[in-house]
T-cell receptor, first 113, second 113 residues
Framework: DGGITQSPKYLFRKEGQNVTLSCEQN?????MYWYRQDPGQGLRLIYY???????QKGDIAEGYSVSREKKESFPLTVTSAQKNPTAFYLC????????????FGSGTRLTVV | SQQGEEDPQALSIQEGENATMNCSYK?????LQWYRQNSGRGLVHLIL?????REKHSGRLRVTLDTSKKSSSLLITASRAADTASYFC?????????????FGKGITLSVRP
């Protein structure tokens, strides 16, 4: 079955550490997205990529980095510069070329310890 | 930045009743989408309505869009306990390669058995 896989499901980060969240899709979608969800604030866009080797900043990109070396993969690194990284992170993908909905992964819950 | 604002923030109804949720937005859109999220899970795409459409149906879901008022409503008829979830509206100002969804803060729906 096609879908998006996010791993790990839970992640704990110590102060000053960088951590990388994985997102892989086998839907052959061109566009991929990273959102952050905090309680009561809905989803906010971190980074997105419409094509391999290209990506754009979203509304809250500071303290995060991404790469898009393969169509199937869009990993997100939460760097030590992100001062409040505890949140639920959601990856999504979208079929290109028209009005389509997004397909979401099941999320990664990141906690700073 | 939050584009969509859902109303009410929380809704509690009896099984079998209809649930109506509203969304208002601020800037022009290409399409508006509704998503469901069960607790601790990823989002599931429910329905997409384009800016030149006024009403759309999918099973027990009915969505309306009024671009002059910059508002949309989602109606779930004959609700079930399994409909208990958070519901988000999301707007996309672009189509195709430039798609970028902006989400509201969500509505928590509780359906009592």
């Amino acid at each position: 079955d096609g879908g998006i896989t996010q791993s790990p499901k839970y992640l704990f980060r110590k102060e000053g550490q960088n951590v990388t969240l994985s997102c892989e899709q086998n839907l052959n979608h061109d566009a991929m997205y990273w959102y952050r969800q905090d309680p009561g604030q809905g989803l906010r866009l971190i980074y997105y990529s419409q094509i391999v080797n290209d990506f754009q900043k979203g509304d809250i990109a500071e303290g995060y980095s991404v790469s898009r070396e393969k169509k199937e993969s869009f990993p997100l690194t939460v760097t030590s510069a992100q001062k409040n990284p505890t949140a639920f992170y959601l990856c999504a993908s979208k079929r290109q070329g028209g009005n389509y909905g997004y397909t979401f992964g099941s999320g990664t819950r990141l906690t700073v310890v | 930045s939050q584009q969509g604002e859902e109303d009410p923030q929380a809704l509690s109804i009896q099984e079998g009743e209809n649930a109506t949720m509203n969304c208002s937005y601020k800037t022009s859109i290409n399409n508006l989408q509704w998503y469901r999220q069960n607790s601790g899970r990823g989002l599931v795409h429910l329905i997409l309505i384009r800016s030149n459409e006024r009403e759309k149906h999918s099973g027990r879901l009915r969505v309306t869009l009024d671009t002059s008022k910059k508002s949309s409503s989602l109606l779930i008829t004959a609700s079930r306990a399994a409909d208990t979830a958070s519901y988000f509206c999301a707007t996309d100002p672009y189509t195709g390669a430039n798609s970028k969804l902006t989400f509201g803060k969500g509505i928590t729906l509780s359906v009592r058995p």
